[in-house]
């Protein structure tokens, strides 16, 4: 079993869509959560960390649940800008970063 | 802003070569990482480095090695290149302090022939 879990996708979506992609982990002991952005042919980008009172920034929401080791992250009113490969990652590190990524969940968000 | 910049963005080398992969980032970050990104496996920490001349093996060591004599240089070498390391290569860079964000430069396409 993977480390970090992630459904492939491909989600194709309508503008103005709800979508909501889930990450499980495996390792108890993971400390931080984040949720990259990858764009087609480009690097990961920090989307945003991942709290386990769970945090919102504009469109996005991310949750956390440690007894479950499962994250999501929600985008409402989906853009086509937020076409792209969203990573979930998982720090197993508490006094550094020793990053696990998943694999990644596709997103197109059609017009 | 910070920039992380990579030596090549596409590279093709033969079986056997011995490949340098470069990576130079501009805002003093203490951390420096290298990740291979393949289809369906995601991103893979290959080595990583917390300080100058320091070195830690990640989850898939096997077939590099890596270099830090500067702060803002971090090198990759395939000692002997095989079909099998032909792929993404991705290095980042990141702060002790302050953020567990990591910057990631552009990467390197290597196809090993």
């Known amino acids: 079993r993977k480390e970090v879990e992630q459904d492939p996708g491909p989600f194709n979506v309508p503008e103005g869509a709800t979508v909501a992609f889930n990450c499980t982990y495996s390792n108890s002991a993971s400390q931080s959560f984040f949720w990259y952005r990858q764009d087609c042919r480009k690097e990961p980008k920090l989307l945003m960390s991942v709290y386990s009172s769970g945090n919102e920034d504009g469109r996005f929401t991310a949750q956390l649940n440690r007894a479950s080791q499962y994250i999501s992250l929600l985008i409402r009113d989906s853009k086509l800008s937020d076409s792209a490969t969203y990573l979930c990652?998982?720090?197993?590190?508490?006094?550094?970063?020793?990053?696990?990524f998943g694999p990644g969940t596709r997103l197109s968000v059609l017009p | 802003d910070v920039k992380v910049t990579q030596s090549s963005r596409y590279l093709v080398k033969r079986t056997g070569e011995k490949v340098f992969l470069e990576c130079v980032q501009d805002m003093d970050h203490e951390n420096m990482f290298w990740y291979r990104q393949d289809p369906g496996l995601g991103l893979r920490l290959i080595y990583f480095s917390y300080d100058v001349k320091m070195k830690e093996k990640g989850d898939i060591p096997e077939g590099y090695s890596v270099s830090r004599e500067k702060k803002e240089r971090f090198s990759l070498i395939l000692e002997s290149a095989s079909t099998n390391q032909t792929s993404m290569y991705l290095c980042?860079?990141?702060?002790?302090?302050?953020?567990?964000?990591?910057?990631f430069g552009p990467g390197t396409r290597l196809t090993v022939l």
């Open positions: 990652v998982v720090n197993r590190d508490n006094y550094g970063q020793n990053f696990v």
């Open positions: 980042a860079s990141s702060p002790v302090e302050g953020t567990d964000t990591q910057y």
